[in-house]
């Protein structure tokens, strides 16, 4: 018995019933580079926004082996077991590349797959950052529309992917280790400069020591920076992903970020400022796959750089021939 294609408006009504297969279906819409299912995709995103809009959004960081993957099995079995709805999803604008280097392998989190609180997507991909990072925000609405109050979304911190993550979260996630040489010459200021919390992993067995003595190193060196403008001053804890330790005091302490926030009235003007940050990026999103997806803007441009090429037009009269070009089409 072949099943019947859900109409938009059946795939709304489930998912605002918390139905997983239906939200996995509208993801997969939204995924699809099919013009049809694009403008399914965004029928679906308008008929949830209404209900979306109401967890709580975190981004989780840290380079490769650092435990990512432990610690978003732990941290959101914690969750769980104090009846919060997770969703899990991912930024890797590479896994086209190597084929999904995060999340792409579930069984890394083998309770959590199991756990029916628990929704788990990975990364969108074959695609710019920015395309995968457009797609991930609007996954992000689904999942709150489908009832999921606590959102995760977990990126590789190499790259430019933090960025992408840190504009769509309220609460960012630094995972670091301890005793990997000196501690502060390895950091990326920038990221640092966007953690809310640095948690430092694998403080267990003989690694404890290192750890207490990174806490104090990164405790001082988070000192040195100006204050941001939610007033929050970052916090840097201990924690084992392995051995289920310290991942209470990571979820105090996002608490209370999120109470803070939300009496001074960050929480929701960043939220504002992040939709607006949002409207932008997807008009040069779209104008962007616009031009450079149109036939004739191809044809064209190749021919253009053939003449550059034999030095027969600058990239400048190029560039303008061809925006002018585009516009008369
Ligand atoms: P990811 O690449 O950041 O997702 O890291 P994984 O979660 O895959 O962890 C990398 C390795 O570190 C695995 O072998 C984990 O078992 C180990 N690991 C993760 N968290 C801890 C921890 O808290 N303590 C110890 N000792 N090992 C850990």
Known sequence: RRETKPTTQQLIDRILEGNMTALSRAITLIEST????????????????????????????????????????????????????????????????????????????EDLVKDTNVYIRPSPSGESLGGVARKTRETIILCEAAGFDTILIETVGVGQSETAVHSMVDFFLLLKLAGAGDELQGIKRGIIEMADSIAI???????LKAAKIAKVEFNRALHLYPEKDSAWQPKVVLCSALHNEGIDTVWETINTYVNQTQSNGYFEKRRQE????????????????????????????????????AQKTTPFAAADYLLHLKTDL
């Open 201 to 207: 992993n694998k403080a267990d067995g003989d690694n």
């Open 274 to 309: 992040q939709n607006k940050f949002w409207l932008i990026e997807t008009i040069k999103d779209h104008l962007h796959a616009d031009f450079f997806n149109n036939d004739v803007i191809k044809k064209a441009l190749k021919l253009q750089l053939g003449l550059i090429e």
């Open 34 to 109: 099919n013009k049809t299912h694009s403008l399914q995709a965004h029928d679906i995103i308008k008929g949830c926004l209404p209900h979306a809009n109401k967890s709580i959004r975190i981004g989780i960081t840290g380079v490769p082996g650092v435990g990512k993957s432990t610690f978003i099995e732990s941290f959101g079995t914690f969750l769980s077991k104090s009846g919060k709805k997770i969703a899990v999803l991912a930024i890797d604008p590479s896994s086209s590349i190597t084929k999904g280097s995060i999340l792409g392998d579930k069984t890394r989190m």
